[in-house]
């Protein structure tokens, strides 16, 4: 009997109406990692900075049989062994090499990290080992013997070690490599610091050989009240089944596992997720002696017309683009702290919406945006102009992709999939843009796409948006840099914006910068009074463009990048923040936050 019927009648059975929903195909990654049982391999690891590669490539440039992955020991006094991980230098992890070593400031090459842990396997285990990031390629060894190689600089990726793994003591050597490379996503050129290394938290993740390996708990598309989702489970028994329990609902279903997947339907109207009430429910899933638990909102979001509507209702998105530049001690987040400073900051601004740019940042930034009311646009790093008609770099990208929504798929608080940063107009970009797009659409019809775009056409009467891309996404993103890379800020007040599409635009960057503490005349550049000045015209400019969905102006706090290199002034950052990174509000923080607190009519 065919399995959808065989499913379909099984749930009758036990009251819960099931529709099979096609498993999309994601990323073979464990879904909510925060849940599981885990070790910490973060902390102290040892490091080889190889700028030749030597640990990896003889003189003839062929891999060598034994390279620094096999962290080789003297055995007697003559042996000749030219590296030796035990005296080396340590960095920490999670975290770049740059900001933790003067020598590494500028450094973009390979280093080897090395971390040694001792591990006591347990009957009917399945252990993982999982990276949350590594910048930008990571060859990943353990005790020696290659695990497996990743490219991509902010997205997870796991190996699969229980036949590897041994009673007692285990090493893991790592080859990170940041350099960049033409076919790279990003590719050679970004206004943000190339942070190397092992850039977010290692784990060892042990769990049940049966376990839960993926599951979705999501509104069906368009509906409020019903709850779909599935769930998958690795090395499923006959006859094995998995349970998914919404106490808060009085949800309860037990479901036959079919290849290791059940689906499941569930008629119940859910309190939505807004963000003045950011509403989670406890969803339990268990299986065997596998369980865990996540906390999952649930919203409707979509468009109609040039209005964006959650949960059916007209919301303005007041936002902030934020980069995963830490506070203070600056370099890569590495902490849930960093994370809720920015996330605060972006609260106090008014926000109710974040552009995390240009890259998915950490996991706890989105769950801890989530439960502050934060909608969250998140994006992959297509990047001005990556090599659109090379295969390998749209693999690249789409893996890339793929795995954001992977691991994402389950927050509410992610409204929009953002596919692109400012890429130039050409029929390969399309190509590769409308690929990607639909692949999104195969994956996950519950949220929007949307691209930032910098090819409006001057037009007599002000700007006009007719990009191709415009066809492919569901919010047009827009970077305007009026008052600051072109115009006078008084220019901006009276600049309009046209659009050929009926579609919600996002003014996804806006600003200009200033450096904290420094004052004069609004026509003097870097001034506070210069930024506070482009601020408020573009507001003006802003309340005249009627399909206007929202902003996201560019940035919450100055961050690091070597396209900056005004001295005195810029020092290696980007000072278009509102907050400069050692945390001192600028002018425009308030001209922005009163904007949003205040301007009551427009929102
Ligand atoms: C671009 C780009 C950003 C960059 C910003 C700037 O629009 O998307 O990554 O930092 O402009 O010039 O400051």
Redesign the pocket.
């Known amino acids: 009997m065919k399995l959808i019927k065989k499913i379909l009648l099984l749930s009758l059975l036990n009251g819960s109406v099931v529709l099979f929903a096609q498993e999309p195909e994601l990323a073979d990654l464990l879904q909510n990692i925060e849940s599981r049982e885990k070790i910490s391999l973060d902390g102290n690891w040892d490091v080889i900075i190889d700028p030749l590669e030597n640990g990896y490539y003889n003189h003839w440039l062929t891999p060598k049989k034994e390279g620094y992955n096999v962290n080789k020991k003297m055995k007697s006094p003559s042996d000749l062994i030219e590296y030796n991980f035990d005296t080396s230098p340590q960095l920490t992890v999670p975290g770049d090499w740059n900001t933790q070593m003067e020598k590494l400031y500028y450094y973009e090459g390979t280093i080897w990290y090395k971390k040694d842990f001792s591990y006591t396997p347990e009957a009917d285990e399945q252990v993982y080992l999982y990276f949350e990031a590594v910048n930008y390629e990571a060859m990943v060894y353990l005790n020696g013997e290659l695990l497996g190689t990743h490219i991509g600089g902010y997205t997870p990726f796991q190996f699969d070690i229980s036949n590897k793994i041994k009673n007692g003591n285990n090493f893991i050597v790592v080859k990170v490599d940041n350099k960049r490379k033409r076919e790279n996503v990003p590719t050679l050129n970004?206004?943000?610091w190339n942070y190397g290394g092992i850039t977010r938290s290692v784990h060892l993740i042990s769990m049940p050989v049966s376990h839960i390996a993926d599951y979705s708990v999501q509104l069906a598309k368009g509906k409020n009240d019903t709850i779909e989702g599935w769930v998958k489970v690795k090395n499923s028994a006959p006859g094995q089944t998995v349970r998914v329990t919404i106490p808060e609902l009085n949800q309860d279903v037990t479901l036959p596992l079919e290849n290791g997947k059940a689906a499941f339907s569930l008629e119940v109207s859910p309190t939505l997720w807004e963000p003045d009430n950011p509403k989670l429910y406890e969803v339990l899933i268990e299986t065997g002696s596998d369980h865990l638990k996540d906390n999952i909102g649930f919203r409707t979001i979509e468009t109609r017309g040039s209005s964006i509507l959650l949960n059916g209702k007209n919301i303005f998105l007041k936002g902030i683009s934020i980069h995963e530049e830490a506070p203070f001690k600056t370099g890569r987040v590495t902490s849930k702290e960093e994370c809720l400073i920015l996330l605060n900051w972006a609260k106090e601004l008014g926000c109710n919406f974040i552009r995390l740019?240009?890259y998915p940042h950490n996991e706890t930034m989105v769950r801890e945006a989530e439960k502050m009311g934060l909608m969250v646009w998140s994006e992959i790093p297509v990047?001005w102009t990556i090599l659109f008609d090379n295969p390998d770099t749209y693999t690249n990208a789409e893996n890339q992709l793929v795995t954001m929504i992977s691991r994402d798929k389950n927050r509410a608080a992610i409204v929009l999939w953002s596919l692109a940063?400012?890429t130039p107009e050409s029929d390969a970009r399309y190509a590769f843009i409308s690929k990607l797009a639909q692949k999104v659409r195969s994956l996950d019809q519950t949220r929007l796409i949307t691209a930032?775009l910098?090819s409006q056409t001057e037009g007599e009467n002000g700007n006009i948006i007719e990009d191709r891309l415009g066809e492919v996404i569901d919010v047009i993103g827009i970077?305007s840099?009026c008052g600051w890379?072109g115009g006078s800020p008084e220019s901006c007040a009276t600049l309009r914006w046209a659009s050929k599409f009926d579609k919600p635009m996002i003014m996804s960057?806006v600003g200009g910068?200033a450096l904290y503490g420094l004052h004069g005349e609004t026509n003097e550049r870097w001034t506070e009074e210069y930024q506070a000045d482009v601020y408020l015209n573009n507001i003006e400019m802003i309340r005249h463009i009627d399909f206007l969905a929202g902003i996201s102006p560019?940035?919450l706090m100055d961050f690091r990048?070597p396209r900056r290199s005004l001295n005195r002034i810029q020092d290696d950052f980007?000072r278009?923040g509102l907050i400069s990174e050692q945390g001192r509000k600028k002018q425009a923080f308030f001209i922005l936050q009163d904007f949003y607190l205040n301007e009551n009519n427009q929102f």
Do not use: L, V
């Open positions: 970004q206004d943000w740019a240009h990047y940063n400012e930032a910098d970077n840099y890379y960057e910068g560019w940035i990048s980007n278009k």
